[in-house]
């Protein structure tokens, strides 16, 4: 079992960047994909981007593609999400998790989840 600590959520205007991080223990951090999620008010758990173990791949939603970057430092046994031209919609608590899938991923997956970081986007 993995241990995920989120950090790094806020409010900021549309437009605007955050980057999150998800601080990892209890495993070898390279031995596992790490995936963002994310749940808006009202809504379901909706899928961000994914990252290989080795870092190599990665994989993104439509919704997000050109505007977040999802990294890792194996070293650090952290993971990364920059997001930039942030807008209202985005508006989510930001969850990390550690899975087996990178391509075309699903919430079952996921084995491993933070507790989440808010995100709320003003316009």
């Known amino acids: 079992q993995v241990q995920l600590v989120e950090s790094g959520g806020g409010q900021v205007q549309a437009g605007g960047s955050l980057r999150l991080s998800c601080a990892a223990s209890?495993?070898?951090?390279?031995?596992?994909?790490m995936g963002w999620f994310r749940q808006a008010p009202g809504k379901g758990r909706e899928f961000v981007a994914t990252i290989s173990g080795s870092g190599g791949n990665t994989y993104y939603s439509e919704s997000v593609k050109d505007r977040f970057t999802i990294s890792r430092d194996n070293a650090k046994n952290t993971g990364y999400l920059q997001m930039s031209s942030l807008k209202p919609e985005d508006t989510a608590v930001y969850y990390c998790?550690?899975?087996?899938?990178?391509?075309?991923?699903?919430?079952?997956?996921?084995?491993?989840w933070g507790q989440g970081t808010q995100v709320t986007v003003s316009s």
């Open positions: 209890g495993r070898t951090f390279s031995g596992f994909v």
């Open positions: 998790a550690a899975g087996r899938r990178w391509n075309n991923p699903r919430p079952g997956d996921f084995g491993s």
